[in-house]
């Protein structure tokens, strides 16, 4: 089936550094979503692109539809101990169900104060 | 707002024994899902209900697995007989239609332990 790579797999940085992951496919996707995960907790959809080269920010965080369709970013700026969990990448191919989403593997983000 | 509610939260059960795991949906949302997370397989689609309908079951891993709609405002998964290797987080979500852009938004999930 369909599959996400998303990377990095992990990440440690100090409280104020910026933060940039990525999510990419073999195939071509009209959705884009970013998802955050807080340990015990379940998904949270952070941003959700809908067109290629689509830029949206929410506050602090800032993603992109890649203009291949084949991928999409990522980023955090100003990094703080909240930011902790893992964030997820999920799509939907070009094609397919529209209620299916395709989800990466996530990018376990640690914030050392 | 309520948010999507999910019960147990955690449960811990022995082999061979039956687990049920509850929802209720976010109001006014008529699609329901299902998934299941595992370190090793990620966020695994179960089963899609539409207006209470099953649509998409081709997730659920075998005939041991059941899920009902029977109103909109509650559904349940049910592992008869649970084996250890059901032991994930399961997530029921709710979305708003079942076409256009609407999103899933996420219970806190049901930690299911098979011992």
């Known amino acids: 089936g369909q599959q996400l790579n998303q990377s990095p797999q992990s990440m440690f940085i100090q409280e104020g550094e910026d933060v940039s992951m990525n999510c990419t496919s073999s195939s071509i996707f009209n959705t884009w979503l970013w998802y955050k995960q807080d340990p015990g907790e379940g998904p949270v959809l952070l941003i959700a692109?809908?067109?290629?080269?689509e830029l949206t920010s929410n506050g602090r965080l800032t993603a992109q539809f890649g203009i291949t369709r084949k991928d999409s970013f990522l980023n955090i700026s100003a990094s703080i101990p909240s930011d902790v969990g893992i964030y997820f990448c999920?799509?939907?191919?070009?094609?397919?169900?529209?209620?299916?989403?395709?989800f990466g593997k996530g990018t376990l983000l640690t914030v050392n104060p | 707002d309520a948010g999507v509610i999910q019960s147990p939260r955690h449960e811990v059960t022995e082999m061979g024994q039956e687990v049920t795991l509850r929802c209720k949906p976010i109001?006014?949302?008529?699609?329901l899902f299902w998934y299941r997370q595992t370190m090793m397989r990620g966020l695994e689609l179960l089963i899609y209900?539409?207006?209470?309908?099953?649509?998409?079951d081709s997730g659920m891993p075998e005939d041991r697995f059941s899920a009902k709609m029977p109103n909109a405002s509650f559904s349940t998964l049910k592992i008869q007989p649970s084996e250890p290797r059901d032991s994930a987080v399961y997530f029921c979500a709710s979305r708003l239609g079942g076409t256009g852009p609407g999103e899933l938004f996420f219970g806190e999930g049901s930690r299911l332990t098979v011992l």
């Open positions: 999920a799509g939907r191919p070009l094609g397919g169900s529209n209620y299916k989403l395709t």
């Open positions: 209900f539409n207006n209470n309908v099953p649509i998409d």
């Open positions: 109001s006014g949302h008529n699609s």
């Open positions: 692109l809908y067109k290629a080269g």
